[in-house]
């Protein structure tokens, strides 16, 4: 086992363990840039908001409808009704993705400390 040649953020050398013939941690790996932008953004930003862009332009449309009479207020009520349901639902997605990018960034940091506390035992163990 040797120590990764990977530097902190904080420039201090990365105390992580690495097996030959690796030289830097999982961390550190240039290879596992993707797997750890993936961790990171678990569940992604939402999607630059088209879905409400299509919202704004369906109430502005239905409230036309309604004030040029064109729609029956009843129908124009259980259209306004489900897209209050569709709102809800919208919101209870950004949760579950919400959760999933925090449970991501923890996995990611218990790995950092796990391997780095492996490391310090060993070093100490060593009298290092
Ligand atoms: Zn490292």
């Not at 862009?53 to 064109?70: I, N």
């Amino acid at each position: 086992m040797a120590q990764c040649a990977g530097t902190k953020r904080n420039g201090e050398r990365c105390t992580a363990s690495v097996e030959a013939p690796l030289a830097l941690c999982w961390w550190h790996d240039g290879s596992n840039a993707e797997q750890r932008r993936r961790a990171a953004s678990k569940g992604g930003k939402s999607r630059p908001n088209r879905i409400t862009k299509e919202l704004h332009s369906l109430l502005e449309s239905l409230t036309e409808q309604v004030v040029a009479g064109d729609l029956e207020p009843y129908r124009a009520s259980v259209a306004g009704q489900l897209v209050g349901v569709r709102l809800r639902l919208l919101e209870y997605e950004r949760r579950v993705k919400e959760q999933d990018e925090l449970v991501g960034r923890l996995e990611a940091l218990e790995e950092q400390i796990t391997a780095e506390k492996n490391s310090e035992s060993r070093r100490s163990a060593w009298g290092v």
